[in-house]
Nanobody, 116 residues
Framework: QVRLVESGGGLVQSGESLRLSCEVSGSPFSVYAMGWYRQAPGKQREFIASITNHGSTDYRDSVKGRFTISRDGGKNTVFLQMNSLKPEDTAVYYC??????????WGQGIQVTVSS
């Protein structure tokens, strides 16, 4: 059974940084493209960043230059480094593992709160 477990969230002030981690277990990590999404109260879940198993990355425009996604195959973990955080970044952040052919898995989500 594939499991994704996020960690690293919390409460920070505007301008500060956080690094989220998502560890994958139960399946070879290398077969998945990994992504981060977030959902703020009353809003739909939105795409933040992704990284393929070859290391190609993509970002939502509003986080470009502030957020960096990376992966460590030795640790079966994907990271999201978030710098210069803003109150509008407040949301529950979700990790996603997507395999070619349509299989997709989600973590349980982790809260990030940025105070002004």
């Amino acid at each position: 059974q594939v499991r994704l477990v996020e960690s690293g969230g919390g409460l920070v002030q505007s301008g500060e940084s956080l690094r989220l981690s998502c560890e994958v277990s139960g399946s070879p990590f290398s077969v998945y493209a990994m992504g981060w999404y977030r959902q703020a109260p009353g809003k739909q879940r939105e795409f933040i960043a992704s990284i393929t198993n070859h290391g190609s990355t993509d970002y939502r425009d509003s986080v470009k230059g502030r957020f960096t996604i990376s992966r460590d195959g030795g640790k079966n973990t994907v990271f999201l480094q978030m710098n210069s955080l803003k109150p509008e970044d407040t949301a529950v952040y979700y990790c996603n593992a997507n395999r070619a052919g349509g299989t997709s898995y989600w973590g349980q989500g982790i809260q990030v709160t940025v105070s002004s």
